[in-house]
């Protein structure tokens, strides 16, 4: 750092480029950077499979209440129940 107080920051090499790394040196960097990116996608994939799942199970709840909701308002079942008490009365 030039500044007191001012961190240095991480300088970004080529590992094909750098001179004196190793082939082994440069493999080992390569499987590291897969494994951050594979972190990352699994990630943003976690994300999304939450989010995703949160969607399904509000569409779900959704429908079971509205199921719900619109079966206690039908009353047609007792309208056939006092029908047929009324048949049963005149018979």
């Not at 007191?4 to 790394?21: H, M, N, V």
């Not at 390569?30 to 990116?37: H, K």
């Not at 206690?72 to 309208?79: A, G, H, I, V, Y």
């Amino acid at each position: 750092p030039e500044e007191p107080g001012q961190a240095a920051f991480a300088r970004r090499i080529d590992p094909a480029r750098e001179p004196g790394l190793s082939p082994e040196q440069r493999r080992l960097m390569a499987q590291v950077e897969f494994a951050q990116r594979q972190r990352v996608l699994q990630r943003r994939l976690r994300n999304r499979n939450v989010l995703l799942a949160l969607g399904i199970g509000a569409v779900t709840l959704g429908i079971y209440g509205y199921t719900f909701y619109s079966v206690s308002q039908e009353r047609f079942l007792d309208d056939l129940e006092q029908e047929a008490e009324a048949a049963r009365a005149r018979a």
